[in-house]
């Protein structure tokens, strides 16, 4: 019953410095999200994907590089970190049925300090 | 561009009380209104939704109250607790190339005083 996990939990990285976050969902669902949380700011897109092997640009995609090699697993990078993306960082999956529409669960989240 | 304007940022209520959460859209494209609850530490988790071809929806305590023509939509708490206490995010969702794009507002932080 594990939903939607994100390793890790929590990460300082210094100015410069590059990592690579997780998501992992057991729901079979075909939709992922990455989402950056600051304070007064909600919820920002960063990147998602409608499938295995398919990425799209959200709303603050500058900084990051994603990837969804099998479908169950997201990854958000970052490749030089800088102190304007320290935040909170969700991901989340979906599936769309009928009324429903998009129902999004969501994981734990990442805090990230980027010195 | 803030697509859908959520307010207040914070509310204080004693128990019982009915705290109330606005939200306005511009894009007349959406169609589907979910309200997500973040307690500390966790993600967002979908508390209810609602469709703009009904004015209310009800669960619990909780109710949706949707005006399409001003393009308002609100969410009440009835007897608050303080179990309630949590952010509450709108949003708003509009098919866009087969995928349901979903828009967050900023979120209201709830606090319920017992």
């Known amino acids: 019953n594990a939903g939607v996990t994100q390793t890790p939990k929590f990460r300082v990285l210094k100015t410069g410095q590059s990592m690579t976050l997780l998501c992992a969902q057991d729901?079979?669902?075909?939709?992922m999200y990455w989402y950056r949380q600051d304070p007064g700011m909600g919820l920002r897109l960063i990147h998602y994907?409608?499938?295995?092997?398919?990425?799209a640009k959200g709303e603050v995609p500058d900084g990051y590089n994603v990837s969804r090699l099998k479908k169950q697993n997201f990854l958000l990078g970052l490749e030089s970190a800088a102190p304007s993306q320290t935040s909170v960082y969700f991901c989340?999956?979906?599936?769309?049925?009928?009324?429903?529409?998009?129902?999004?669960?969501f994981g734990a989240g990442t805090r990230l300090s980027v010195l | 561009q803030q697509q859908v304007k959520q307010s207040p940022q914070s509310l204080i209520v004693q128990k019982g009380g009915i705290p109330i959460i606005n939200c306005a859209y511009e894009?007349?494209?959406?169609?589907?209104f979910p309200w997500y609850q973040q307690f500390p530490g966790k993600g967002p988790a979908l508390l209810i939704a609602?469709?703009?071809?009904?004015s209310e929806k009800k669960e619990g305590r909780f109710t949706i109250s949707f005006n399409k023509s001003a393009k308002q939509f609100s969410l009440h708490i009835m007897d608050s607790q303080p179990g309630d206490s949590a952010t509450y995010f709108c949003?708003?969702?509009?098919?866009?190339?087969?995928?349901?794009?979903?828009?967050f507002g900023t979120g209201t932080k709830l606090q319920v005083i017992p």
């Open positions: 609602i469709r703009p071809d009904v």
């Open positions: 949003a708003a969702g509009r098919d866009s190339g087969g995928y349901q794009k979903v828009t």
């Open positions: 989340a999956s979906s599936y769309v049925e009928g009324v429903a529409k998009n129902i999004q669960y």
């Open positions: 729901m079979n669902h075909e939709y």
């Open positions: 994907s409608v499938g295995e092997g398919t990425t």
């Open positions: 894009n007349t494209a959406f169609d589907y």
